[in-house]
């Protein structure tokens, strides 16, 4: 298949400006040839816009204007010889012009074929193709600059920083077990274990992220839960900056859950405003209850409003029986009217909880929330944020498995078995780590990983 010219459309489906049909491989710039005209001199000139027209050759129609560009191998997004036709972004020229290419000699490109080309040829490794479709999907600001630090390298040079010292420390290993009787320098097992404990927190520190990074990849899911009428569909709005959620002094007005995503600080938040938590004989007001029973079940952080203008209630304290094991902020709400629960009164009840003093009626305490939620993020560490930043989960996967084998030959190291038997566990960390970048990887692993990845890239 690495034979064959492939094409498609690289932008998206629908009317614009311009739209750009993208072909790659040794027939790229014969097929451009029998179908473009232009009148510059000295033929289409590598890496230069050339103007002209796209004309089909066996009817002489003139199909669009347009300017196309030849990238020559290997100084090409794929390595390969790649050419660039930019046409009217019309849904009929664009269709047009890709048949005229696919009846010149190239075929249809599959999902992500262009990057798995790209990866094949030692363009990228894998973990930066996968960073390429990361960076077409991003949302926020934040989401886009980690997968463009991983493009550009960050995780891959840290890998193979790893994957160094593995090496070395196999061939340690190999030669003391090969070459008992030479004369080489013995590797001890107290030398050993510092090797692979050393090694483990390079792993550590990347597995680490992880969650933070699934946070940005992902967004965070935030539910918002109290009894009724304590604030939550004003701290929807307050966060939402508009009036999504009605508020009313009647306790059950929302009776149903209601889910936005908005983002805050560069951080993906979907966001739950629930049905108030309290007894009722209200069948619907009852099914809301259940949806926001669940919603506190899947969410990664509860956000727990209370009016502190009263006294704890019932409700107040069976939900604090739920959210003493998860990730809480507790909000200490209605302060313009009166403060009659405090923070301390609190602290007794949740002690891992963190506290926040709000009037979501005059804002009091918003900036302060929104602190806490950046914190919860990135790990209490905001300066994580301009670290290397594992975002995957495949990756993710690697590493604690390559970490696991470690610690494996940690054990084994520590228990004085023999270096053969440690070896096996080294190498598999070894193996690991190179799927992560590709360089020991199955054709079922790149299939997967490619058919995520849209036309055209």
């Given at each position: 298949?690495?034979?064959?010219?492939?094409?498609?459309?690289?932008?998206?489906?629908?009317?614009?400006?311009?739209?750009?049909?993208?072909?790659?491989?040794?027939?790229?710039?014969?097929?451009?040839?029998?179908?473009?005209?232009?009148?510059?001199?000295?033929?289409?000139?590598?890496?230069?816009?050339?103007?002209?027209?796209?004309?089909?050759?066996?009817?002489?129609?003139?199909?669009?204007?347009?300017?196309?560009?030849?990238?020559?191998?290997?100084?090409?997004?794929?390595?390969?010889?790649?050419?660039?036709?930019?046409?009217?972004?019309?849904?009929?020229?664009?269709?047009?012009?890709?048949?005229?290419?696919?009846?010149?000699?190239?075929?249809?490109?599959?999902?992500?074929?262009?990057?798995?080309?790209?990866?094949?040829?030692?363009?990228?490794?894998?973990?930066?193709?996968?960073?390429?479709?990361?960076?077409?999907?991003?949302?926020?600001?934040?989401?886009?600059?980690?997968?463009?630090?991983?493009?550009?390298?960050?995780?891959?040079?840290?890998?193979?920083?790893?994957?160094?010292?593995?090496?070395?420390?196999?061939?340690?290993?190999?030669?003391?077990?090969?070459?008992?009787?030479?004369?080489?320098?013995?590797?001890?097992?107290?030398?050993?274990?510092?090797?692979?404990?050393?090694?483990?927190?390079?792993?550590?520190?990347?597995?680490?992220?992880?969650?933070?990074?699934?946070?940005?990849?992902?967004?965070?899911?935030?539910?918002?839960?109290?009894?009724?009428?304590?604030?939550?569909?004003?701290?929807?709005?307050?966060?939402?900056?508009?009036?999504?959620?009605?508020?009313?002094?009647?306790?059950?007005?929302?009776?149903?859950?209601?889910?936005?995503?908005?983002?805050?600080?560069?951080?993906?938040?979907?966001?739950?405003?629930?049905?108030?938590?309290?007894?009722?004989?209200?069948?619907?007001?009852?099914?809301?209850?259940?949806?926001?029973?669940?919603?506190?079940?899947?969410?990664?952080?509860?956000?727990?409003?209370?009016?502190?203008?009263?006294?704890?209630?019932?409700?107040?304290?069976d939900i604090f029986e739920h959210i003493n094991t998860r990730k809480s902020i507790i909000l200490l709400n209605k302060q313009d009217?009166?403060?009659?629960?405090?923070?301390?009164?609190?602290?007794?009840?949740?002690?891992?909880?963190?506290?926040?003093?709000?009037?979501?009626?005059?804002?009091?305490?918003?900036?302060?929330?929104?602190?806490?939620?950046?914190?919860?993020?990135?790990?209490?560490?905001?300066?994580?944020?301009?670290?290397?930043?594992?975002?995957?989960?495949?990756?993710?996967?690697?590493?604690?498995?390559?970490?696991?084998?470690?610690?494996?030959?940690?054990?084994?190291?520590?228990?004085?078995?023999?270096?053969?038997?440690?070896?096996?566990?080294?190498?598999?960390?070894?193996?690991?780590?190179?799927?992560?970048?590709?360089?020991?990887?199955?054709?079922?692993?790149?299939?997967?990983?490619?058919?995520?990845?849209?036309?055209?890239?």
């Amino acid at each position: 298949m690495m034979e064959d010219t492939i094409a498609a459309i690289a932008t998206a489906y629908g009317e614009g400006g311009i739209g750009i049909i993208r072909i790659s491989g040794p027939k790229a710039f014969e097929i451009l040839e029998g179908i473009f005209s232009h009148g510059g001199k000295g033929g289409i000139k590598v890496r230069r816009a050339t103007y002209g027209r796209v004309r089909d050759p066996e009817t002489g129609e003139i199909i669009d204007e347009a300017l196309a560009v030849y990238m020559k191998a290997p100084a090409s997004y794929t390595a390969e010889d790649v050419v660039e036709i930019q046409c009217h972004g019309s849904v009929v020229s664009l269709r047009k012009i890709l048949a005229l290419v696919l009846k010149r000699g190239a075929r249809l490109s599959e999902p992500g074929e262009f990057t798995k080309r790209a990866f094949l040829n030692g363009r990228l490794d894998l973990s930066q193709a996968e960073a390429v479709m990361d960076v077409v999907k991003a949302k926020t600001d934040k989401e886009y600059d980690v997968a463009i630090s991983q493009l550009e390298g960050s995780l891959s040079k840290e890998v193979n920083e790893i994957r160094n010292q593995l090496i070395d420390l196999l061939v340690d290993i190999t030669v003391n077990i090969d070459y008992p009787d030479e004369d080489i320098e013995e590797i001890t097992y107290e030398k050993l274990e510092l090797s692979i404990s050393l090694i483990g927190e390079m792993i550590e520190k990347l597995i680490a992220t992880a969650d933070t990074g699934r946070m940005i990849r992902e967004g965070i899911k935030v539910a918002i839960v109290g009894r009724p009428n304590v604030g939550k569909s004003s701290l929807m709005n307050s966060l939402l900056k508009e009036s999504r959620a009605i508020v009313t002094d009647i306790p059950g007005t929302t009776r149903d859950t209601i889910e936005e995503a908005l983002t805050l600080r560069g951080i993906p938040i979907n966001l739950i405003d629930t049905a108030g938590i309290r007894d009722t004989g209200d069948v619907i007001e009852q099914i809301g209850i259940e949806k926001a029973k669940d919603a506190f079940n899947k969410a990664d952080l509860i956000i727990f409003i209370i009016d502190a203008s009263q006294e704890l209630s019932r409700e107040d304290m069976d939900i604090f029986e739920h959210i003493n094991t998860r990730k809480s902020i507790i909000l200490l709400n209605k302060q313009d009217k009166g403060n009659r629960v405090t923070a301390r009164d609190i602290a007794d009840i949740s002690p891992n909880s963190d506290i926040i003093y709000t009037s979501l009626i005059t804002g009091q305490g918003v900036s302060e929330l929104e602190d806490k939620i950046e914190a919860l993020v990135y790990g209490g560490n905001v300066s994580q944020k301009d670290s290397i930043m594992v975002s995957n989960v495949r990756h993710a996967d690697l590493l604690c498995k390559s970490h696991g084998a470690l610690m494996d030959a940690l054990d084994m190291t520590r228990r004085r078995e023999p270096l053969d038997i440690i070896e096996i566990d080294v190498r598999n960390a070894f193996d690991d780590m190179g799927e992560i970048i590709g360089e020991t990887v199955n054709d079922e692993i790149l299939d997967e990983v490619f058919s995520r990845f849209c036309l055209g890239k």
